[in-house]
């Protein structure tokens, strides 16, 4: 799976903004989304694939982190359509001033 097919899922982009604070258990990441634990494993496992979070054990727990390079893979590819809607909204501001 690619890392914007992950991303089209609402529960993943859940589970990513949820790890943005820092590693968190797979307990923790179940009791916060409103989701059964193999839904929630399901998620975690299609974000593993694409690469966008790594598990770690550390005795019975699994620890979830985000993995960053591939979030600044996905940063650099949305780079120039960020600058596409800067000028767009650029431009729209100067017409509305002309309006008034």
């Keep these: 799976m690619s890392p914007f097919e992950a991303l089209a899922e609402p529960n993943r982009r859940r589970l990513l ?6 590693e968190r258990p797979a307990g923790e990441l179940v009791a ?7 839904g929630v494993s399901k998620h975690l496992k299609a974000l593993r694939e694409a690469g966008l979070v790594s598990v770690r054990a550390d005795g019975q ?12 893979d ?7 359509y960020r600058h596409f ?3 767009h909204l650029d431009a729209l501001e100067g017409h509305l001033e002309r309006d008034q």
């Design 61 to 72: 727990q699994r620890i979830y982190r985000l993995e960053a390079r591939r979030l600044a």
């Design 74 to 80: 996905l940063d650099a590819w949305l780079k120039p």
């Design 85 to 87: 809607w800067a000028d």
């Design 17 to 22: 903004d949820l790890l943005r604070a820092g």
């Design 32 to 38: 916060a989304m409103d989701l059964s634990q193999p």
